[in-house]
């Protein structure tokens, strides 16, 4: 059974969309990610889209998503990124399972940051989710 993940950030425009492009490749077929942003920018950064595309895992499907436009889905799990998300993540339907790892926000700063936040959510992120649900390994 294919398990569904939600992203959590503030703006959905850099950490969050880099997790969701991350989980979605490493787990093809076995967990699905999407993420959205407690206020959404409604954009994503151009740095966060290049290290993407430089990583080969850049979809088109990737955008800044509004939290009311996933709080109709099922989620297994609702991974809160920022501070800020995780204090003010709303109740999900089915009392969904909510955890916190934070990661610094690399908006507003050089691309050298957009890499170090990407390599943080594939070592530490990625792991999590294979020990959370062990049966996608």
């Given at each position: 059974m294919i398990k569904k993940v939600l992203i959590l950030c503030t703006g959905n425009?850099?950490?969050?969309?880099?997790?969701?492009?991350?989980?979605?490749n490493e787990f093809k077929g076995k967990v699905v990610a999407c993420s959205s942003g407690v206020s959404a920018s409604g954009m994503v950064n151009p740095?966060?889209?290049?290290i993407l595309q430089l990583n080969n895992i850049w979809s088109d499907e990737y955008h800044s998503?509004?939290?009311?436009s996933?709080?109709?889905?099922?989620?297994d799990l609702v991974i809160t990124v920022c501070e800020n998300?995780?204090?003010?993540?709303?109740?999900?339907?089915?009392?969904?399972?909510?955890?916190?790892?934070?990661?610094d926000d690399p908006d507003g700063k050089s691309f050298e940051?957009?890499?170090?936040?990407?390599n943080?959510?594939?070592?530490?992120?990625?792991?999590?989710i294979k020990t959370y649900f062990d049966d996608v390994n």
């Open positions: 425009s850099c950490r969050s969309i880099i997790a969701e492009a991350l989980i979605n740095n966060a889209k290049k998503k509004v939290i009311e996933v709080m109709h889905l099922s989620f998300a995780s204090q003010t993540c709303p109740v999900f339907p089915g009392n969904t399972p909510v955890t916190h790892m934070g990661f940051s957009f890499e170090l936040c990407f943080q959510i594939k070592e530490n992120l990625l792991p999590f």
